[in-house]
T-cell receptor
Framework: KAGVTQTPRYLIKTRGQQVTLSCSPI?????VSWYQQTPGQGLQFLFE???????NKGNFPGRFSGRQFSNSRSEMNVSTLELGDSALYLC??????????????FGPGTRLLVL | GQNIDQPTEMTATEGAIVQINCTYQ??????LFWYQQHAGEAPTFLSY????GLEEKGRFSSFLSRSKGYSYLLLKELQMKDSASYLC????????????FGQGTTLQVKP
C-alpha cells in the first residue's frame, strides 16, 4: 500500500496571501487529520475530516479551513497568511473506525515559509 | 485541561538502554502513541498502548499505566540512528483522528 502523500513539499508565500495544501491518505482510510508543527508550540491538532465531514476541530482561527473529497483526499487552506503560520503542516490518516487498535500514520509534511 | 509532559532532552551512550517518560492529564483517553521524528522529517509510528502493561516490539518497548496517567518508551541497544525526537501523544476519547502531543524528547546518542 502506498503511504500518505502530501503536496507540495515546500512552499514560500508572502504575508496576506492564501495557500492550499493537499493530502492523499492511505488507500482505504477515510479519516484525515491535519496538524501544525512549530518549534515553539510542537505538534498541534488543526482538524479531522471523515467521510467528507469535519469531525473535530482544534483551536485555530477561522483562517484555517479544510475539506475532504469523496475519494478521501483532503485539502487545507490558510487565508491571509501571517508570519506565524510558517510551520510544517502534517497530514495523518487512519481508517476512521472506532476500533481501539486504530493507528495514525503521518505523511511527509508540507513546509510553509511565510515572508 | 490537556497536559502531556515529557523531558525536553536526554543523552545516552551507544549500546545502552534509555527510558523516556511521559505523564498525561487529559479530559479523555483512548490510547497512547509514541512516535519517532528525525530532524526535518515526519513522525513515524513506534508503538500504541490502550491497555495497562508493557508492549514489546524489537528494541523498543512501551508501558502504560492508565491509573497513574503515565507511560514510558524503553529503547534498548541504542544505535546512533536512534538520535531523534520522541513524541508522546494521547488520543482523545471518541475521536480517533485527534491526537494531543507532548513537546517531544530530543534524544542524543553518543558513541
Amino acid at each position: 500500500k502506498a503511504g500518505v502523500t502530501q503536496t507540495p513539499r515546500y512552499l514560500i508565500k508572502t504575508r496576506g496571501q492564501q495557500v492550499t495544501l493537499s493530502c492523499s491518505p492511505i488507500s482505504g482510510h477515510r479519516s484525515v487529520s491535519w496538524y501544525q508543527q512549530t518549534p515553539g508550540q510542537g505538534l498541534q491538532f488543526l482538524f479531522e475530516y471523515f467521510s467528507e465531514t469535519q469531525r473535530n476541530k482544534g483551536n485555530f482561527p477561522g483562517r484555517f479551513s479544510g475539506r475532504q473529497f469523496s475519494n478521501s483526499r483532503s485539502e487545507m487552506n490558510v487565508s491571509t497568511l501571517e508570519l506565524g503560520d510558517s510551520a510544517l503542516y502534517l497530514c495523518a490518516s487512519n481508517s476512521g473506525t472506532s476500533g481501539l487498535q486504530e493507528t495514525q500514520y503521518f505523511g511527509p509534511g508540507t513546509r510553509l515559509l511565510v515572508l | 485541561g490537556q497536559n502531556i509532559d515529557q523531558p525536553t532532552e536526554m543523552t545516552a551512550t551507544e549500546g545502552a538502554i534509555v527510558q523516556i517518560n511521559c505523564t498525561y492529564q487529559t479530559s479523555g483517553f483512548n490510547g497512547l502513541f509514541w512516535y519517532q521524528q528525525h530532524a526535518g522529517e515526519a513522525p513515524t509510528f513506534l508503538s500504541y498502548n490502550v491497555l495497562d502493561g508493557l508492549e514489546e516490539k524489537g528494541r523498543f518497548s512501551s508501558f502504560l499505566s492508565r491509573s497513574k496517567g503515565y507511560s514510558y518508551l524503553l529503547l534498548k541497544e541504542l544505535q546512533m540512528k536512534d538520535s531523534a525526537s520522541y513524541l508522546c501523544a494521547v488520543r482523545d476519547r471518541g475521536n480517533t483522528g485527534k491526537l494531543i502531543f507532548g513537546q517531544g524528547t530530543t534524544l542524543q546518542v553518543k558513541p
